[in-house]
């Protein structure tokens, strides 16, 4: 058997000082390079579900509609423009519910990753904005493809505040997905409970808080499942940006700050479980 | 290195590390050994700062784990028990990764990954998928993994459970070279011929209290004869055998499956036993073992 020598000290030895700041950015980059596993499903999902979003309502459903949903200042605005926005949200919203159940699940219990880096410096919180960081890139990515086809299917109005429609893609993802992280790394095992979000959580909120009608046609007795709703928070925002959707200012402002809420809120009790978990 | 006094952690109501005091010194191999749940990984998750004690003294590397965690985490290697290498990644970007949670540069992490292949004999497995190692490679690599860094301490729970012997003895091998060139280990076990191989010195820990200290000889000459005969007659005669044997060798031990006999000679107890008329089924002569130094402290055998 050889010997190959191992220098224990040369000139690749650590630093003593813990590398705080950038260690965030260290588990984003090992998302990252996961993420490249499946870089196929991630290119896919974020060409195909706009693409047949758009096509399916746009070529399909918009022309059996004759009532007008919405208007912008310039007065009502085709079918595929108002629901647009709300479909890039969803999309983002659609990515953290995989990206913050089942990652967790992997790196608590399955990979168990998340041990491994926890004997490094990085603390627990750093792990926590780390995969933020990561998903908020695969969101982001998402939702520019998401706009390119957007404006591929003139489904935008303004064209000078849509640019911000990713911003508020991500911002809606997260403020569905970070209160989901913090509840996924509260779980020992997967029994079922991340499918129960996606059929029980996330559908009813993807139909019921005005993706593809706006919140008023439903009963009022309904009108509060899109008051609770990230999603329906984010697509009313969207569609501000995007068309200029009639609205007091601060509504609008209402909007922002919910989504902030949950986001943060989130944020902060998954640093929270997190540590508790992993220390 | 390490160095711990009246060291306590709790989990509600129970003790699983019960105060309990040892030092590591450079370049030592130190082992905590014991039965599973005897409070070994807890022991090694508090000197890993990873979990805080709850009564006490800890410093490892001089710094106190509740203050300076990742400054300590820095300096340490971990072999977790239960490996938790990246499966999504290829063999040598586990390596990488993990190096980057050190600070290290990219090429640094790269120059580090393939001079740590090399030791943990995985250079042909560089581009290998993780789940596509044996278990005995993915041991390596989890080694290699915790050496990315170069730390000053390389802790290692349990390195070789699951492994088949082979497997072991290699990883051995590698362990004793790291030894050689001066890393500090700190290893728990639970068996008895790992601690006797790794081991300088160690702690015998059970019911997370250190019921002996020493180094392996040491602790066989304090706690054991030199030699002990293993004779077995059957699990329904041993009992009533082991009456009429009384007076051979120091002391006699009736296990459910057969009876030990610590003495200085193992050929004269034989053949005090064959003089007696008694003729076991079998009969075996062997060197004291750690094994035994664990019956005698606790009524128990070891892997429970």
Redesign the interface.
Known sequence: ?????????PT?????????R??AL??A??QF??ML?YKWTVVMVGVGTPLFYLLGIGLGLATLLDADLASGPGGPVPYVVFVAPALLASATVSVATEEFTYTVMSGFKW???F?????????PGSIVSGLVIAVAARMAFGSLLYLALMLAFGAVGDLWTVWLLPLVGVLGGLAFGLPLLAYASTLKDDNGQFAAVQRFVFTPLFLFSGTFYPLETLPSALHWIGWISPLWHASELGRVLSYGAVKPAWVTAVHVLVLLAFAIGGWLIARRTFTRR?? | MVHAQSLTKKYGDFTAVDGIDFEVAPGESFGLLGPNGAGKSTTMRMV?A???RTGGDLSVLGLDPDTH???I????G?V?Q????????KVR?NLI??G?????SRA?CA??AD??L??A?LTEKAQAKVDDLSGGMKRRLTIA?A?I???RVLMLDEPTTGLDPQARHVLW?RLF??KE???TLVVTTHYMDEAEQLCDRLVVVDHGRIMAEGSPAALIREHSSREVVELRFGSTRNAAVAAELEGVGDRIEVLPDRILIYTPSGEDALEHVSRAGLHPTTSLVRRASLEDVFLRLTGRSLIE
């Open positions: 058997m050889s010997a190959p020598s191992l220098s224990t000290s690749t030895a650590a630093p003593v000082a813990a590398p705080h950038r260690a260290y588990v980059e090992h390079r996961s596993n990979r168990r990753v041990w491994g880096i926890n004997a490094t410096p990085v603390e992993l220390r | 890993g990873v979990s805080s965690g990742p400054q985490r820095a300096q340490l971990v977790p239960e490996d938790n290498l990246d499966a999504e990644l970007d990764v993990y980057r949670y050190f600070g290290l640094v120059a580090r001079e740590l090399d030791f004999q993994r050496l860094n170069t730390p091998d070279r790291l060139q001066g890393t």
